[in-house]
């Protein structure tokens, strides 16, 4: 069975703190590993994303930290502000398909408090 | 605004009622997807559609019919619901050869 398990369903973090988000795969597509963001009333939004050559993709305050031979990957949200309060979810492509298609885990609800 | 529209942006409706969600994307992409949000639950991908062509359905049932006329429009008919399909119904689109999908803001959709 593929999926991805995400981990912790919902984090409360101070601002300024560092919030961090876990994702671990099984039997999915080894080649790339997006998370996306959600804001209420608003679609998934694709916020970074990391091909598994490398071990480490940043992107302003956002990283992608990926260990192959654990088969994780987190996103780290640094100095982390009230305006990153949302839900974020981490995706994997699925495995043995003719066509880029995406397991999604369930999701970590983040509240930054001021 | 990501370019990926969803009309209507919510609905209800009785369990004997028939109804379409719409979905159009203006990026150019060839592929697009219907996914169902619940509570808690991972995203369901509900169907796939490469170059107006149906690739993918997840097991959906027959009660969820969709249709894309062309590669900018995807419509997802609905006929005799349950209560359980009470749910956020996201549209996404990507190009075939790319992982990135684009979401639209979704359907939140109440079976009464």
């Known amino acids: 069975q593929q999926q991805v398990k995400q981990s912790p369903q919902s984090l409360i973090v101070q601002k300024g703190g560092i919030s961090i988000i876990n994702c671990a795969y099984e039997?999915?597509?080894?080649?790339?590993f997006p998370w996306y963001q959600q804001f209420p009333g608003k679609g998934p939004a694709l916020l970074i994303a990391?091909?598994?050559?490398?071990s480490e993709k940043k992107e302003g305050r956002f990283t992608i930290s990926f260990n192959k031979s654990a088969k994780q990957f987190s996103l780290h949200i640094m100095d982390s502000q009230p305006g990153d309060s949302a839900t974020y979810f981490c995706?994997?492509?699925?495995?043995?398909?003719?066509?880029?298609?995406?397991?999604f885990g369930t999701g970590t609800r983040l509240l930054v408090s001021p | 605004e990501t370019g990926v529209t969803q009309t209507p942006r919510h609905l209800v409706m009785g369990m004997t009622n028939k109804k379409s969600l719409k979905c159009e994307q203006h990026?150019?992409?060839?592929?697009m997807y219907w996914y169902k949000q619940s509570a808690k639950k991972p995203l369901e991908l509900m169907f796939v559609?490469?170059?107006?062509?149906?690739?993918e359905n997840n097991s959906v049932p027959s009660r969820f019919s969709p249709e894309c006329p062309n590669s900018s429009h995807l419509f997802l008919h609905l006929h005799t619901l349950q209560p359980e399909d009470s749910a956020l119904y996201l549209c996404?689109?990507?190009?075939?050869?790319?992982?990135?999908?684009?979401f639209g803001p979704g359907t939140r959709l109440t079976v009464t």
């Open positions: 996404a689109s990507s190009q075939d050869t790319s992982y990135e999908q684009y």
């Open positions: 995706a994997a492509p699925l495995l043995n398909t003719g066509f880029q298609k995406l397991v």
């Open positions: 039997n999915t597509a080894f080649d790339y």
């Open positions: 990026l150019g992409h060839n592929a």
């Open positions: 990391i091909r598994p050559d490398v």
């Open positions: 559609y490469s170059l107006e062509e149906r690739v």
